[in-house]
């Protein structure tokens, strides 16, 4: 009788340990374009979630309609939420163009409060436009080598692997 109590306790002990109760945040979004067609395909879209003072990013991809799904990051398994956190459009399969402003997104508790979703909408497009008003302002910009002529003779690689190359900074 004693016997069949105590390994009762430890079975129970066993499935108790064995329980995780997961205290991550969901954080759900979408990510659209501007000038796709209807049916585009998304999936690919990389999307990083940032939150102060956590040293780790979380990285989401876009299914085909452009909804993602992550935790927040954390340090610990079990610390409290950050509200101070942002979700970075980073990149897809294909070359995308985007206002600075339409690439990041603060992060806030969704209505029911069951999980997160951003603030304001990450959105690009896929092709640059010239008669795109942000170029004016210098929110797009190019970065391109310069190659500077030299005599084919010489038999050199050219001039832009032996000039130093500084890119312009924050351009996606």
């Given amino acids: 009788m004693e016997l069949n109590r105590l390994i009762a306790a430890l079975f129970f002990a ?3 340990a064995r329980i995780d109760l997961s205290t991550c945040h969901v954080v759900k979004g979408s990510v659209t374009c501007l000038d796709c067609q209807l049916n585009h395909d998304f999936s690919g879209i990389k999307v990083l979630v940032k939150c102060d003072q956590v040293k780790k990013l979380a990285v989401a991809t876009t299914e085909a309609d452009g909804s993602f799904k992550t ?3 954390s340090d610990t398994q079990h610390s409290s939420p950050r509200l101070n956190c942002l979700a970075k459009l ?5 070359q995308l163009y985007a206002y600075r402003k339409n690439t990041v ?3 806030v508790k969704a209505g029911d409060g069951s999980f997160y ?3 304001t909408p990450l959105s690009f497009s896929t ?3 010239s008669s795109v008003k942000g170029e004016k302002n210098g929110e797009f910009g190019a970065s391109k080598t310069v190659d500077l002529p030299m005599p084919p003779e010489w038999g050199l ?3 832009s692997y032996y000039i130093p190359f500084f890119p312009i900074i924050g351009i996606p």
């Fill in 71 to 73: 935790n927040l990051p």
């Fill in 90 to 94: 980073f990149g897809g399969p294909n």
């Fill in 127 to 129: 092709t640059r436009s």
């Fill in 14 to 16: 066993l499935v108790l």
């Fill in 157 to 159: 690689a050219p001039s």
């Fill in 117 to 119: 979703t951003i603030s």
């Fill in 105 to 107: 997104s603060g992060i």
